[in-house]
């Protein structure tokens, strides 16, 4: 089962309602689409790349137009943890993970 953290439903909300400030309808597409992509990560977890910043094997990305789908694949589910733009310089603390 594919789970979305706290954090990363908070960041894909920021990020919707930012967008929004010029086009409600471009930040439901956007929404939509990163939610879309994570669809079907349970029937193939490592479709994703390791996250270079971490280098490990079980958390993985999915990239989608200008953001990182970050996510932690678990025995039996994936954790969505953040969802961050490509620009944005990633520390490892900026991925809380339980």
């Known amino acids: 089962m594919v789970n979305w953290t706290d954090h990363a439903l908070s960041q894909l909300h920021h990020l919707h309602d930012y967008i929004a ?7 439901k597409r956007v929404s939509d689409s990163i939610v879309r ?3 079907g990560l349970d029937m193939l977890p490592y479709k994703g790349r390791k996250v ?16 990182r789908i970050i996510y932690e694949v678990k025995r039996d589910d994936i954790d969505i943890l953040a969802v961050i733009h490509k620009r944005q310089d990633l520390q490892v603390g900026d991925i809380p993970r339980k």
Request: proline share 0%.
């Open 21 to 27: 400030q010029d086009s409600s309808l471009y930040a």
């Open 37 to 39: 992509k994570t669809i």
């Open 52 to 67: 270079a910043e971490l280098n490990e094997e079980f958390v993985r990305e999915l990239e989608i137009s200008s953001w």
